[in-house]
């Protein structure tokens, strides 16, 4: 081969490898995000999201419940909302990536609006800051991590 030839070859190898790197890895960052920042009235809280699921050693359904279908797990304020007022009523229906979810708190897929006794019982379903705390707390109470009346600003930032 011409020695010109050489650096441009190596270029495209290089390239080449970098764009095959990038289809492997990128996709399963994207599914497993390293840090989820959540604003929020206490304070920012920085969740360290890869190290809890890789280093600490815990499995994607302990914390994300497993009963929702096949498809990636999905914003718990989508069933964990602030309140469960008018805008989450009209928002909710097109939230989900699968079917499944819906029965997490209905017991049918419904298409329209809600007799009385087919609605779901909210007292049942944590507002998001408890679905938050509750999750975060009862484990750090059990496996270590922040936790009690001291703590608040090991998780949100001043
Ligand atoms: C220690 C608890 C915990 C573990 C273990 C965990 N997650 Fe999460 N994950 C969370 C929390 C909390 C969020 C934040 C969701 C939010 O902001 O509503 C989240 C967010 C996500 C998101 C972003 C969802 C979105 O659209 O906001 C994806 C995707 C995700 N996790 C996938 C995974 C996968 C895949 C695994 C297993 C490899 C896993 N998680 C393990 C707690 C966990
Ligand atoms: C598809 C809807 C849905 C999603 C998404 C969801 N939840 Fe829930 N969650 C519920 C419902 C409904 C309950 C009420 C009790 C039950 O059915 O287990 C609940 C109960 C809980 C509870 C109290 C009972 C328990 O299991 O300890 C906590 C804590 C909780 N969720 C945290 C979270 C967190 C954190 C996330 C995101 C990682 C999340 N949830 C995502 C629907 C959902
Ligand atoms: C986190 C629990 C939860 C999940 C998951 C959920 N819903 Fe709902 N849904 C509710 C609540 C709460 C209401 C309001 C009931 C009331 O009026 O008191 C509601 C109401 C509805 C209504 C009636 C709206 C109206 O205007 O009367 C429809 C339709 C509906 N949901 C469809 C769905 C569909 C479709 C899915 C899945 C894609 C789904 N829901 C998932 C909790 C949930
Ligand atoms: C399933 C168990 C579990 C859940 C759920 C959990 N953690 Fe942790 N967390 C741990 C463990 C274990 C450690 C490491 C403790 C140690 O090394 O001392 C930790 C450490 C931490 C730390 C300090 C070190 C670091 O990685 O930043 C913070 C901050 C933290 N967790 C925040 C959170 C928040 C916020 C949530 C809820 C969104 C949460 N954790 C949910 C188990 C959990
Ligand atoms: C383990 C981490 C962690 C610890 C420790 C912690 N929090 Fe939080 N806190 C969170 C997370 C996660 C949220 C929810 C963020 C969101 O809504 O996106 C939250 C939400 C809040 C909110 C917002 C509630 C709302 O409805 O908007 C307040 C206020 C708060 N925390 C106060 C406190 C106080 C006070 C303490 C100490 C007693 C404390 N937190 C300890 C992680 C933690």
């Known amino acids: 081969?011409?020695?010109?030839?050489?650096?441009?070859?190596?270029?495209?190898?290089?390239?080449?490898?970098?764009?095959?790197?990038?289809?492997?890895?990128?996709?399963?960052?994207?599914?497993?995000?390293?840090?989820?920042?959540?604003?929020?009235?206490?304070?920012?809280?920085?969740?360290?999201?890869?190290?809890?699921?890789?280093?600490?050693?815990y499995e994607c359904a302990d914390c994300h419940h497993d009963d929702i279908g096949q498809e990636l797990p999905i914003a718990c304020g989508s069933c964990h909302p602030a309140a469960f007022d008018e805008e989450f009523k009209a928002q909710h229906q097109k939230n989900f990536p699968s079917k499944e979810a819906c029965l997490r708190c209905h017991d049918d897929i419904p298409t329209g609006p809600l007799a009385e006794e087919d609605k779901p019982d909210t007292e049942n379903i944590p507002l998001r800051a408890d679905a938050f705390h509750g999750q975060c707390m009862s484990c750090h109470e059990s496996d270590g991590g922040p936790y009690g009346e001291d703590s608040c600003y090991k998780c949100h930032a001043r």
Do not use: C, K, W
Request: aromatic share 8%; hydrophobic share 50%; charged share 10%.
């Open 1 to 57: 081969m011409n020695n010109r030839y050489i650096p441009l070859t190596l270029i495209v190898a290089v390239l080449s490898l970098a764009a095959v790197a990038g289809f492997l890895f990128i996709p399963s960052v994207q599914g497993n995000p390293v840090r989820v920042v959540m604003d929020n009235s206490g304070g920012r809280v920085i969740f360290t999201h890869l190290n809890h699921a890789e280093e600490y050693g």
